[in-house]
């Protein structure tokens, strides 16, 4: 009897135990859940602000680059902020156009380093030009992109001779290397000093090789502010430019001139429609005429 009395109390405490066991094995289960919830969730805001935290880094970097990488400046301010494209010039000079006047600080066009690179990969275009290239430059790249699929590098700058033009050149090449075709848009500003045009032409051809096509945009200037004396010697030195120009490319097979002069004085009404000043293009009707000279060259000679 003894044991038998025994027994239910031995199997009450056991089942006691078990249950109180099984209540804290129940709660355990219960919690572990809740547990797994906030632990997500902290790995959730900690992603979250790793993320932020990264982006925040991206931006500031890309800011330093921003400040950093050379841009290409807009077509309506310079450097001096005057706004002009135009280098200043002072009397009748040697040969009646005046004598060059600084022209360093006037506004500028030039590609940065990613996008000279990028035309190289991708047999591109190089562009060194004057202050009608700063202001056409932008609209020739999407002229060459939609019709022939080249892209282009610019080193425009207002006011500077040719010289300046192929010391860039002289420094691409040293730099980067060359592409196979180059288009040289200058020698307005050397209507001031013709006789030294022809040397600095023999210099980018002696750069270049004679492998690469080189187009050369011949010149035409008659500024309308001028009195008539200096217009007409714009005109003269114009010629001048641009017969030595003609005489260099009987030297250079490679030599290909886009005659933008010849194109003007054809014209039914001259040049006036297309120059808004007797030497930079007139918009659109002049820029887009020019691009497309120089589009069309280089889509015939593929």
């Known amino acids: ?10 199997v009450a405490v056991r089942r006691r135990r078990l249950m109180l066991g099984g209540g804290r094995t129940l709660k355990q289960v219960h919690l572990h859940p809740h547990h797994e919830r906030v632990s997500l969730l902290r790995a959730f805001l900690g992603s979250v602000a790793s993320i932020f935290v990264t982006l ?15 841009r290409t400046t807009d077509a ?4 001096d902020g005057t706004g002009s ?13 005046g004598t060059l006047g600084p022209w360093q ?21 190089f562009l060194f030009g004057d202050s009608i290239a700063v202001q056409d430059s932008a609209s020739l790249e999407r002229r060459l992109a939609d019709s022939t699929g080249d892209s282009i590098a610019f080193h425009d700058w207002s006011g500077q001779p040719t010289s300046a033009a192929v010391d860039a050149l002289e420094q691409w090449s040293r730099d980067y ?6 288009v040289m848009a200058v020698g307005t500003n ?24 080189v187009y050369w945009v011949n010149v035409y200037v008659s500024r309308t502010k001028q009195p008539p004396a200096v217009r007409d010697a714009d005109l003269a030195n114009s010629a001048w430019v641009n017969n030595e120009l003609y005489e260099a490319s009987l030297n250079h097979p490679n030599l290909r001139i886009i005659d933008w002069s010849s194109f003007l004085t054809s014209r039914p009404d001259g040049p006036t429609p297309y120059l808004r000043d007797g030497v930079h293009t007139s918009e659109p009707l002049g820029g887009s005429a020019r691009n497309e000279l120089i589009t069309e060259a280089i889509k015939n000679s593929r």
């Open 105 to 125: 600080d006037l506004i500028r066009r030039i590609s940065p380093e990613d996008q000279i690179r990028d035309t190289l990969t991708f047999d591109g275009i």
């Open 76 to 79: 309506d301010t310079t450097a």
């Open 56 to 70: 925040v880094v991206l931006a500031v970097l890309a800011g330093v680059l921003v400040v950093l990488e050379p």
């Open 177 to 182: 290397g060359l592409p196979r075709r180059i």
């Open 85 to 97: 494209y135009s280098v200043p010039t002072t009397g009748a000079g040697r040969y009646g156009s």
């Open 1 to 10: 009897m003894h044991q038998v009395r025994g027994a239910p109390r031995h």
């Open 190 to 213: 050397d209507i001031f000093d013709p006789p030294a045009f022809a040397a600095q032409v023999e210099r980018a051809m002696k750069i270049a090789g004679p492998d690469r096509t």
